[in-house]
T-cell receptor
Framework: KQEVTQIPAALSVPEGENLVLNCSFT??????LQWFRQDPGKGLTSLLL?????REQTSGRLNASLDKSSGRSTLYIAASQPGDSATYLC?????????FGTGTSLTVIP | DTAVSQTPKYLVTQMGNDKSIKCEQN?????MYWYKQDSKKFLKIMFS???????INETVPNRFSPKSPDKAHLNLHINSLELGDSAVYFC????????????FGQGTRLTVV
């Protein structure tokens, strides 16, 4: 059964820093990997979707990479801003469902 | 125009009551899901439907009964609510079963008192 882990569980950085969030999964037979953002008390906002055949995707200050063979993905956030503060979730698609990681709670300090 | 919409957004109810959460998607997707997010923010699948047919039914008490009148709607009915049912419930949809991009609703925060 697919298991998804995110490290670190929480991260606090000063504004302007570049940072990396990590996601690992146990079964490499995936269709895609999606990164989401969740603000407190809110729903899930999709940030980036990487198909299993792709290595990375970029959107603005965000860059997500995927190494399917090693079961890893990273989300790189450049020049972090206080508005980036949220919980970041990765989800792996496979087995007729989406398996979620445990999330990384990010705080960007002004 | 919201892609996946859930109602209500908040639901506070007493133990033992029966309640329903409604979900609709206007994306033309074939597959819909219900996920439960616990107090530690972990999301776990409850059910998935593809073209109105039940595909996944995880270990969920039979007090929870999903209903899909058409492929654009997946409602969740909960009987005899218990304190442990308090959580945030998310509806989602995707074009195909667990293989294409997932779109989530805003969640329904259920509080059982």
């Amino acid at each position: 059964k697919q298991e998804v882990t995110q490290i670190p569980a929480a991260l606090s950085v000063p504004e302007g820093e570049n940072l990396v969030l990590n996601c690992s999964f146990t079964d490499s037979a995936i269709y895609n990997l999606q990164w989401f953002r969740q603000d407190p008390g809110k729903g899930l906002t999709s940030l980036l979707l990487i198909q299993s055949s792709q290595r990375e995707q970029t959107s603005g200050r965000l860059n997500a990479s995927l190494d399917k063979s090693s079961g890893r993905s990273t989300l790189y956030i450049a020049a972090s801003q206080p508005g980036d503060s949220a919980t970041y979730l990765c989800a792996v698609a496979g087995g007729n469902q989406f398996y979620f990681g445990t999330g990384t709670s990010l705080t960007v300090i002004p | 125009d919201t892609a996946v919409s859930q109602t209500p957004k908040y639901l506070v109810t007493q133990m033992g009551n029966d309640k329903s959460i409604k979900c609709e998607q206007n994306l033309g997707h074939d597959t819909m899901y219900w996920y439960k997010q616990d107090s530690k923010k972990f999301l776990k699948i409850m059910f998935s439907y593809n073209n109105k047919e039940l595909i996944i039914n995880e270990t969920v008490p039979n007090r929870f009964s999903p209903k899909s009148p058409d492929k654009a709607h997946l409602n969740l009915h909960i009987n005899s609510l218990e304190l442990g049912d308090s959580a945030v419930y998310f509806c989602a949809s995707s074009q195909a079963q667990g293989s294409t991009e997932a779109f989530f609703g805003q969640g329904t925060r259920l509080t059982v008192v």
